[in-house]
């Protein structure tokens, strides 16, 4: 089959995919699937693993190398192990990125993305950058009649991850109550969709960029500000004494110090985006009994109910769509900032 | 002042408020507060008090007639105590029903309707049916600017009554559950409204009449029942199974014992209406762990959450204006079921 | 292998296990485990199942039987299937009594009993009154090092279904408030020990047995309640207006309809005995803001937590042994209620 | 009357409270209660007070000086306002911290300590050194009769400190998981008293001083460590990977830059004490999806339950009395941690 598989780590980022042919993947134990994937999400961490990022904590020596990256996949199941029960072959599928084993504590807990067990497809081992992946049942979810791989590919990250946030706000947003979203892209446009869903308060998206305080208004935001140097001023004015909850979908460049900044008294800042360092004094966090929380990829069941809020047209996912053989270009673009919504491979 | 008195209660409801002149209320404490009528609702729960149905627990020797009827009330401070800060006269208010203590257990956990010392302008003492009412700091809430007290009158009962279930029902409602909703008249229609603001769950209303029907399917209800003999069946189909919650804001007249069939395991029954008796095995609850759960007027707080979606246009009461000289007109047209949405009086 | 099987329902209960050998069980599929049994606890469940009170919804023409009962198991893992890593043979475990698929959506959020592929060994197919019992790896947790499978047995089942009602009703009680047990048999004992480990409220054990009042006693019941016919009336008096939670572990004989006449506004009645009928005006309902809830069995992680305790000392469960060659002899004394805490076979 | 009264800040602490006799205080408005004070608590904040901590937030200019602190006060009603029922002369009460208005929203939230127009008594207005204290009726808890003023005085502000954040430690924390608590000083000590009560979770008392680690153990504490340089990677090793919470006391020096190391993955690094700095790169709190949150004192209806606890015996406060007249050797055996448990003032 065809597929892009990276060959080495390089900081400048200078490598490309190379898109070549390899042998399909093949069932070896009997809760094993192969979909044919129908598309595959670019991620902002597949441009970490070129990079490097990844590099102590997955393969230090590079002895994974070299393999298919791509861990945002949907398309239709092609074949299935002998314990297979839930789906066939010719479903429509959209995949958990966690292949999880079910056993662990974990597991039980309904946390897939704590798994002791489990394995991540597109880290370190072949992922959907290729005309074929091999899974798990457990990380599959079947798409309604109506919905396209195509259309829903990057859910099985950005979506769950942003879906898991909004939701964990909403638990604690009342009507009349404020949530900031800090950067509308492949994240924060999901985000604030949900929001919207899931709770009766009020959103207020902070971007830079106009194009997407653009779809932000578009999206039903309630006040959109520019983030400015007096940003954390305007939104205490504009709130009568901050947000009860903001969600950081940057979480670097001075953007995380700012965000607890924003929060009124009892408030919760959700971390999502990284790179950068939270300091803050004891003091602050107690007089004003803020939170700092960070928040991971969904869970199996969070994917389940985003897909039900996309089949249901509530929740829809902007994307550009590349062929698999123009990855390399869709990676360059998604470097220049060039891609409106999350960039979507196609084999 | 003009009000409208009850002189005598009748279980054949053939009597008449009566259209008088009575002296204005004065303020006794220093909590107290005058409030210049705007608009009152009328609640099904006058024409059981007139009914004589609240008599043995309210009034059981009649000692308490002539009174003012109307506990659905807002409008304008004429007057305030001298401990009264919060408000000043001229603000355009909306009256929580209860004057609470603030100070008894359950006024400090927030359950506002559990107060021990409560007071109920309306039921037993002169409430809003006349051009001025005698309330308490703690029952009013300022209005937005935008909001004029005859559009919200009945939210100050009806409202939040649906606001409450809806919010406990929406607590354990996913994106892809069901949510019923029995009865689409003053206080389902805006429980519907609530639970489409407040979680990404499906509603489903079911409704005998056509015109109610109709106002369900504007208001954005996802799947629209006319509670025919085989709705439990239908129900059961169309959800796969049986609905996550069911609101019954019937009670009576056997609407309460198909509730909680149409429950799927794990699901729970609010009712709301009343009127008639539950009758369901031990063995039936337990195999299917459903839920059979009672719930009251809102507290001041959930008020206050809904006049933050009102006054965003996301919750709105439909009504129906009566002059205060007409009153007798709308409690015949509310008995004849001639209202849409709810009858409110204008002083 | 040497096993207890059932030939015959019989309302009447004159039927006997039948003690012979049959074939040890076989793994048939990679899951799959065979676990020596150590000890099975005596269900009041098998005396239902015996008098054919599960024969329609299990076994309608009885092309079950013959069949080994016995649920509440633990013992040592004897064999395991080729996809099993979590346990191996030796390691001492306790078995949830249902093996659950892992993949349909309960599964998924850890609800085990509502597994829409579970099975269940002792219902209807080989359970564990015998020196081998077949069932899978999802099911097992392996046993603290300083723990007997014959401790523990009862745990299983009785003591999750304790332990999960108690948990539900910890979330809502606080110091200060009060919970009612109605009935400190098998399951009553355990879910007086988890209250006091899990939350700070006043327990009150209601029991018409002498023997069991002292156990409660012993137990540190705050207050124990002999249940005679003003028993309302005491309950109310001693928490100044109702219990903030009812636990039914009668629900016949007349207990289920004073449970909810226990409560205090706002309080709920949690049901898990079974038998008589829940008949209540929805008036009360709501007036008193209560609500009326089934539990069933534990989930997995249910079992984990109990277990926790257990190893820690701190939930005990009180048994009686019999030889599996003695188990008719221990139907008949649970029968006539000379049974003190669980009956336990050992086999 | 007579009163300890502070008349200069000092960062040295080289000032002493001046005992004098002040006019007892009057009341002035209908909800005001005056208390004779039974026993005053010795705080950290009043040693911060005198040092000139709060001067810039409370009295930059000085102008309140002279005044009366103490701030944890219990004693009897001495007289009361026109307004007040639910207390009268001569019923022991102990005194929420917080004067609060019962008007604004976070009042009727029952956050009591966010209150809008809140007064405290103790600091920059007069407190409870002295033998009658100024308050209002929404800040007292009468005693139940079998307790002391004495014995809980610091109940009213240490004591709902480590209740309020053992209680929201215990919502997040089931049977088998881990609670580490850093220091066993007069809020940690009860701290780990409510979390034995308020959940089936292991503690971990981790404390320097001998005689504190002595007291741990007395209260039941499951694991106790000494806070040596291997703390972090101790704390890992005995619970398997990290706590799912931690309790932190000290908040600087240090320890709060351990804490969250601490955390197991989806761990809560609960905030108490002030003066350090969190310094946390995000990439880490989200891997670990920990998170790091601050705790205020209680509000009202938690001293109500731990009152409750108190009244019970369960929760009890380890304390040392010193008059009135040695408020000054208070003071400094305080400084030189020379008070085990908590000091208490007796007038």
Redesign the interface.
């Known amino acids: 089959m065809k597929a892009a598989r990276l060959y080495a780590y390089d900081k400048a980022m200078n490598v490309e995919l190379k898109i070549e042919t390899v042998p399909e993947p093949t069932i070896n134990?009997?809760?094993e699937v192969i979909v044919r994937v129908g598309a595959a999400g670019l991620c902002r961490t597949d441009l970490h693993i070129i990079e490097g990022v990844w590099r102590d904590e997955m393969d230090a020596d590079g002895a994974l190398l070299p393999y298919v990256m791509g861990h945002e996949n949907a398309g239709w199941v092609e074949a299935v192990g002998a314990?297979v029960?839930?789906v066939k072959p010719g479903d429509a599928v959209i995949c958990h990125p966690l292949r999880s084993?079910?056993?662990?504590?974990?597991?039980?807990?309904?946390?897939d993305m704590?798994c002791q067990?489990g394995i991540f497809p597109g880290l370190g081992t072949d992922g959907g950058f290729a005309e074929y992946l091999l899974t798990n049942?457990?990380a599959l979810i079947k798409l309604n009649e109506n919905v396209l791989p195509v259309e829903v590919a990057p859910m099985a990250d950005a979506g769950i991850t942003a879906y898991r946030v909004a939701k964990r706000a909403a638990k604690i947003l009342?009507?009349?109550s404020y949530c900031a979203v800090l950067g509308v892209g492949g994240l924060g446009h999901i985000a604030l969709q949900?929001l919207h869903?899931?709770?009766?308060a009020?959103t207020i998206a902070i971007e830079r960029s106009e194009a997407a305080r653009k779809l932000a208004r578009e999206l039903g935001a309630?006040h959109v500000l520019d983030g400015g140097p007096d940003v954390v001023a305007e939104l205490k004015d504009l709130t009568g004494g901050g947000a009860h909850a903001v969600i950081?979908f940057v979480?670097?460049l001075g953007a995380?110090q700012l965000c607890w900044q924003m929060l009124r008294?009892?408030g919760t800042h959700f971390?999502?985006?990284?790179?950068?360092?939270?300091?803050?004094?004891?003091?602050h966090?107690?007089?004003?009994?803020?939170?700092?929380?960070?928040?991971?990829v969904g869970n199996?069941?969070e994917l389940?109910?985003?897909m039900?809020?996309n089949a249901?047209g509530?929740v829809k996912m902007h994307a550009q769509q590349y062929s698999l053989d123009n990855i390399n270009t869709a990676i360059t673009d998604f470097k220049n900032r060039q891609i409106v919504g999350r960039g979507v491979i196609v084999p």
């Open positions: 134990s009997p809760d314990g029960k839930s084993c079910g056993i662990c504590l974990d597991c039980r807990r309904g946390e704590y067990n049942e457990r009342n009507p009349g949900c869903e899931l709770c009766g009020r309630h950081d979480g670097e995380e008294k009892g971390i999502v985006g990284y790179g950068g360092q939270i300091e803050v004094p004891t003091l966090i107690i007089l004003n009994e803020i939170a700092i929380a960070g928040s991971l199996y069941m389940v109910e985003l039900e809020l249901e509530r």
